[in-house]
């Protein structure tokens, strides 16, 4: 006879989640798996039909169909016996949803990211004391030609899990994000209570979807830089291509922290990313950007936080904070200077290489701080996105010494 199993376990919230996320049907069905001690029982499947397929109108019907198709071929494969249930739900879709929109290209699905706390995992997402943080956001199923900024970049992950598991980095602070897509990041640093937080992108539908997932999220949306609010939900919203972002529009922003998620991939846009870096971390070197086109010289390497001038791919374990001595009159002593964190998966070395030549003849510190500022796994159930291939940089200007 079947074991009754304690669906209080974390594999149960994994399940949930990953369905949530929009996770691939074999992430999916490994989570049913564990589940069910290494097999997908009946007690797994009833779970799913009530818990997982029962959900809001709004869910995207062609992924819940196709998830159920692998997985009553799965179960069909391993001989095991399928819930009438799950057939007559297969049935159903098959029936109502003739054209998989999968395949079309200019779907817009609406994927529901949850963090899960690491010792919070006892609860299921129906159970009011479940330590579960859920951000809806509206994504494109096409992450290249046009809809980039529309997905969800495994850095923005990175950067959410170190805003949440370092809140004290964000919190009360005034934080700027460059190119910041769907918008995740900003929904986190609203979660920790930033003391303004500012999304920006240089492209018009990323920007409207990323306004559409704010508002999803229960944030108002402010797109007027000059409008001075106290609401503390209120978010702004800026389009702000690097290449025609002017001084004095980088300067009114200010920030104390900025942030970018997988923004050095493109090499024809690096020179005029590193300038809007440049500016808002109050290092401006203008001869040098006149003369960036030309930059030919690509031989960086990247400082550790030892001190030492290590190479790439040495790691280090400090986590001092910078003090700015700063050239601002208006400031009696030090205070603390911008930092930067720029959050990256290697795609194309070269075009790396030549992002830390730009950051580096642009006179500003780069320290790799991808394992002192490691952050908690709060992604456990998303087998799509691996925290270790993505690397963290803080940038700050160089006139600052560390504490
Ligand atoms: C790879 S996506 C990353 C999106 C998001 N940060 C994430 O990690 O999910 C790069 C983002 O940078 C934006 N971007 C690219 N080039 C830009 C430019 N020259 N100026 C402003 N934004 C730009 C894109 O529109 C897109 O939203």
């Not at 790691?315 to 990256?344: F, H, L, M, Q």
Request: charged share 20%.
């Amino acid at each position: 006879m079947e074991q009754e199993l304690d669906s209080s376990l974390p594999c149960w919230k994994h399940l949930v989640s990953a369905i949530l996320a929009m996770e691939p049907s074999q992430c999916l069905i490994s989570h049913a798996m564990a589940c069910g001690g290494g097999s997908i029982t009946h007690h797994v499947q009833q779970f799913i039909s009530d818990h997982c397929l029962s959900t809001p109108g709004d869910f995207h019907a062609p992924y819940l169909k196709n998830f159920l198709k692998k997985l009553i071929t799965h179960l069909e494969f391993n001989h095991a016996s399928v819930l009438d249930q799950l057939y007559e739900l297969y049935a159903h879709y098959i029936a109502s949803f003739q054209y998989d929109s999968l395949g079309n290209r200019d779907a817009r699905i609406c994927k529901r990211i949850s963090f899960l706390s690491p010792d919070g995992c006892s609860e299921l997402l129906s159970c009011p004391n479940s330590r579960v943080l859920v951000f809806p956001l509206q994504c494109s199923l096409n992450m290249l030609e046009g809809d980039t900024g529309c997905s969800i970049w495994p850095s923005s992950l990175f950067l959410s899990e170190l805003i949440l598991s370092r809140p004290e980095l964000f919190s009360n602070k005034s934080c700027f994000e460059i190119g910041s897509g769907v918008g995740l990041v900003g929904l986190c640093l609203a979660h920790v209570k930033a003391s303004k937080v500012i999304l920006s992108d240089g492209d018009l539908s990323t920007l409207a979807n990323m306004k559409n997932n704010l508002e999803l999220n229960h944030l108002n949306v402010e797109t007027d830089m000059l409008q001075r609010s106290k609401d503390s939900s209120m978010v702004k919203c800026l389009y702000l291509p690097w290449e025609s972002a002017s001084e004095s529009q980088l300067q009114d922003i200010m920030p104390d922290v900025i942030l970018g998620a997988d923004v050095i991939y493109d090499p024809v846009c690096l020179p005029h990313l590193v300038r809007v870096l440049a500016i808002l971390l109050n290092q401006i070197n203008l001869e040098f950007y006149r003369q960036c086109a030309s930059c030919k010289d690509l031989s960086p390497n990247i400082k550790h936080e030892n001190g030492e001038h290590n190479h790439r791919d040495a790691v280090d374990r400090s986590d001092g904070r910078c003090k700015a001595i700063y050239n601002d009159a208006s400031t009696s002593g030090s205070k603390e200077a911008p930092v930067a964190y720029i959050a990256y998966v290697i795609r194309n070395i070269e075009t790396l290489n030549y992002f830390l030549s730009l950051v580096e003849k642009a006179n500003l510190n780069i320290v790799d701080v991808t394992d002192s500022l490691k952050p908690v796994n709060l992604l456990p159930y998303m087998q799509s996105y691996n925290q270790t291939s993505v690397k963290l940089l803080r940038i700050t200007c160089s006139n600052i010494q560390s504490d």
